[in-house]
């Protein structure tokens, strides 16, 4: 047997991922992730699930795992963490939309994402807004309380907090109308991809036919190392 902390770490990942199987492969449920993903990867996980971990996302969970205990010895039961949200409607569609914040502050009233990154950006980036404005309508739609929002951005070398105004972010909606206007964006326009960059860590874009028939309209002179991928 593999005794290395690693292996027991990759395991117990696994396990997690093979409870959320089913529903994963259901024809309602959407993770916030997926919604602001692209909607080719969201299809293909239907038909084709994946395991996509791998030492990035270790290394992620690991920086998760250490602020939740420091901030649980500060803020004792003021905070809740990697809470599941879940929320359904029948417009536009029959949906059960679900989504895991990082953490859930009581006493600040805010819901924060943590983000480890090789480099922080100059500004917030934008699909990570998306998924924190999500965030908020669902803990709205959900528990009828407006937080505000708060993304903290760690590199190795570096630390960068933004806050968010739940009004900045959702305008003049209430949780449940921002959840129903992104998932009609998502099923009526399935940006395929939402961001470029998203083909390049895409665990489907071997088999994806819109990435490849992107490459193959593509000069050749155009084409970067990550493209020839």
């Given at each position: 047997?593999?005794?290395?902390?690693?292996?027991?770490?990759?395991?117990?990942?696994?396990?997690?991922?093979?409870?959320?199987?089913?529903?994963?492969?259901?024809?309602?449920?959407?993770?916030?992730?997926?919604?602001?993903?692209?909607?080719?990867?969201?299809?293909?996980?239907?038909?084709?699930?994946?395991?996509?971990?791998?030492?990035?996302?270790?290394?992620?969970?690991?920086?998760?795992?250490?602020?939740?205990?420091?901030?649980?010895?500060?803020?004792?039961d003021k905070v809740e963490f990697n809470k599941t949200l879940t929320y359904e409607d029948t417009f536009p569609c029959k949906f059960r939309l679900k989504g895991v914040?990082?953490?859930?502050?009581?006493?600040?009233?805010?819901?924060?994402?943590?983000?480890?990154?090789?480099?922080?950006?100059?500004?917030?980036?934008?699909?990570?807004?998306?998924?924190?404005?999500?965030?908020?309508?669902?803990?709205?739609?959900?528990?009828?309380?407006?937080?505000?929002?708060?993304?903290?951005?760690?590199?190795?070398?570096?630390?960068?907090?933004?806050?968010?105004?739940?009004?900045?972010?959702?305008?003049?909606?209430?949780?449940?109308?921002?959840?129903?206007?992104?998932?009609?964006?998502?099923?009526?326009?399935?940006?395929?991809?939402?961001?470029?960059?998203?083909?390049?860590?895409?665990?489907?874009?071997?088999?994806?036919?819109?990435?490849?028939?992107?490459?193959?309209?593509?000069?050749?002179?155009?084409?970067?190392?990550?493209?020839?991928?």
């Open positions: 047997m593999n005794n290395t902390l690693t292996f027991h770490i990759y395991q117990k990942k696994y396990e997690e991922y093979l409870k959320r199987l089913d529903e994963r492969r259901d024809d309602i449920t959407i993770y916030v992730t997926d919604l602001v993903g692209c909607y080719e990867k969201f299809a293909f996980n239907k038909k084709i699930p994946f395991f996509n971990y791998n030492d990035i996302f270790l290394h992620g969970d690991l920086i998760h795992e250490g602020i939740t205990k420091i901030l649980k010895d500060i803020f004792g914040p990082d953490i859930i502050h009581h006493d600040w009233k805010e819901i924060i994402e943590i983000k480890s990154i090789v480099k922080i950006p100059q500004k917030p980036l934008e699909h990570h807004i998306k998924q924190l404005a999500l965030y908020l309508a669902l803990y709205e739609a959900t528990e009828g309380k407006e937080y505000n929002g708060r993304l903290v951005y760690i590199s190795r070398d570096d630390f960068k907090e933004y806050v968010f105004d739940f009004r900045n972010l959702l305008g003049r909606l209430k949780g449940e109308g921002y959840i129903a206007s992104e998932i009609d964006y998502f099923i009526s326009n399935k940006p395929c991809p939402r961001y470029e960059w998203e083909c390049n860590y895409c665990p489907y874009r071997e088999i994806c036919q819109i990435k490849n028939l992107k490459a193959f309209n593509t000069p050749i002179t155009d084409l970067t190392d990550e493209e020839e991928d």
